[in-house]
């Protein structure tokens, strides 16, 4: 499976973003689909998780700010990035899982995001 994201880029803060992220098949097979990301010099974290039934979990940095959703219909998965704040600036990944017991992760090429204060 290849995951593509796009809608990255440089915004001020305080503004919004919303990052997609479309798989090569239907979602519908997939399990867990998130989005990390990983600043400069840090680890890659956990953003946003959204469950194959829909339920959805984020990092308390984020919380009340970003929203992710799942389009099976159009095998995308979204990020609404609201209320950006510089500290967000990194490079955002899509992850997504198949299989028993998530044996199968797939991963995108990243996209950068950039909040100027």
Known sequence: VQLVESGGGLVQAG?????SCTASRSTLTLNRM?????APGKKR????SISSGGSTDYADSVN???????????NTVYLQMDSL???DTAVYY???DA??????????????VTVSS
């Open 15 to 19: 503004g919004s973003l919303r990052l």
């Open 99 to 112: 299989g028993i017991a998530a044996t199968l992760v797939y991963w995108g090429q990243g996209t950068q």
């Open 94 to 96: 899509c992850y997504a």
């Open 64 to 74: 009340g700010r970003f929203t992710i959703s799942r389009d099976n219909a159009k």
């Open 34 to 38: 998130r989005w990390y990301r990983q």
């Open 45 to 48: 974290e956990l953003v946003a």
């Open 85 to 87: 704040k510089p500290e």
